[in-house]
């Protein structure tokens, strides 16, 4: 119900900037969260920012170089990414939460995207 855009190969030191968006949720309704994970490993969730953008979290392995924005009147939500590091790599994903304390640790209460792919190597 969600789509993410932006992923692509970068190298370590780079940026890449992610969206997502919906054609069928409102998400100027939802919390929305960034998750990722890694080849042979669980998902993270790395971000939340919530209706209004008053609330946010952000995981520590990305903090100083991941920031979250959204903009309600076009749909969207961002996912900035800079100094990009090797241990980044990952499919990324969006998930849309009714409310702002069920994101990271609730995601079975959250709409998904499909994923995008991150790729930081030399």
């Known amino acids: 119900q969600l789509e993410e855009s932006g992923g692509g190969l970068v190298q370590p030191g780079g940026s890449l900037t992610l969206s997502c968006t919906s054609s069928k949720i409102p998400l100027s309704m939802a919390t929305i969260g960034w998750f990722r994970q890694a080849p042979g490993k669980g998902r993270e969730g790395i971000s939340c920012?919530?209706?209004?953008?008053?609330?946010?979290y952000v995981a520590v392995s990305v903090e100083g170089r991941f920031t979250a924005s959204r903009d309600n009147d076009k749909n969207t939500a961002t996912l900035h990414m800079n100094n990009l590091e090797p241990e980044d790599t990952g499919t990324y994903y969006c998930a849309a939460f009714p409310v702002y304390r069920y994101c990271p640790g609730r995601p079975d209460f959250a709409s998904w995207g499909q994923g995008t792919q991150v790729n930081v190597s030399s």
């Open positions: 920012i919530s209706k209004n953008s008053d609330d946010r």
